[in-house]
């Protein structure tokens, strides 16, 4: 999965692809690379983001999901809202990527379950602005997957098809570094789960304190790239359907080494 955020404020690829031409551009080149699936989103999640409105959020994403999907390219949309979600649909959309696991918004299953799209649940506890203040848990590995697994209950009794669901730890919502580190190393439960599970690291806070200067800065988010394969060779590793990633190119190679190593087992 490529990520195509249409914002001024991610924290990595935030400004860049706010023209409509370079947006469209972006998402041709990862799905060249070799993205299966497109990331659309037009509100940041990252912590301590403001929200925008629907409007804006619809009007951000829209023009660029339909010229994808006109394309050919499978696109997911990124976003926690009922309204954005359909209107992403109608456009060509064919997963819902919804970071708050249906919880943000009412409405969500409803539209998952009308429009028969696949839904991403990630997990997650509260919006971006105060959601590090609701990061403490027992046993974090438990506790996501226990809290999941909720999420998954409710979608499936509001009709939606359980081979339509997809999981997804949510690393960095609500997590501290330990938390996430954790998530990863037990990452194998949640595909036991038997749901699809997406995982989500790329370029991530975590992985720049891990790398950063001793006591001191973390490492910038433009090189925390290898840092980034070398997850997502894990994450495939421990039976993950799919990685959420900036660099599709080099996500390409590190899973045809790791598929060339398995075939050769
Ligand atoms: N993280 C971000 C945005 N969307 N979606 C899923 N399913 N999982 C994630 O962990 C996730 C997400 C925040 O990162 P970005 O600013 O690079 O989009």
């Known amino acids: 999965m490529g990520i195509l955020n249409v914002t ?3 924290f990595s690829d935030g400004g860049r692809y ?6 469209v551009g972006h998402g041709e080149q990862m799905a060249a690379e070799g993205a299966d699936l497109i990331d659309v989103g037009g509100e940041s999640t990252r912590p301590g983001a403001e929200r925008v409105d629907a409007a804006t959020e619809i009007a951000r994403v829209v023009d660029v999901v339909a010229a994808l999907a006109e394309r050919g390219l499978a696109v997911s949309i990124d976003t926690t809202r009922a309204a954005v979600a ?3 649909i109608e456009a060509g959309a064919s997963v ?8 943000a918004d009412p409405d969500m299953a409803g539209v998952v379950a009308d429009s028969g799209v696949r839904w991403v649940l990630m997990h997650w506890r509260g919006h971006s602005s105060d959601m590090q203040r609701l990061a403490h848990y027992d046993n974090v590995v438990a506790d996501v997957k226990a809290e999941l697994e909720d999420r998954v209950e409710a979608a499936l009794e509001s009709g939606v ?3 339509r669901l997809v999981l997804d730890p949510g690393l960095g919502f609500a997590k501290t570094a330990e938390h996430n580190w954790r998530l990863s190393a037990h990452l194998h439960e949640f595909v036991a789960l038997g749901y699809p599970v997406l995982f989500a690291s790329s370029r991530k806070s975590y992985l720049g304190s891990l790398l950063g200067e001793e006591g001191g800065k ?5 090189q925390r790239e290898a840092a980034t394969l070398a997850t997502s060779v894990l994450a495939f590793e421990a039976g993950a359907w799919g990685v959420r990633v900036h660099d599709v190119a080099g996500t390409a190679d590190a899973r045809a080494v790791w598929l060339a190593t398995k075939r050769a087992a």
Request: no cysteine; hydrophobic share 40%; glycine share 18%.
């Open 8 to 10: 001024p404020d991610s």
């Open 96 to 103: 819902v990527n919804d970071v708050s696991g249906g919880l």
């Open 18 to 23: 706010l023209d409509f031409g370079d947006a």
């Open 218 to 222: 973390p490492r910038p988010v433009g």
């Open 161 to 163: 098809d359980a081979g």
């Open 86 to 88: 359909a209107a992403a």
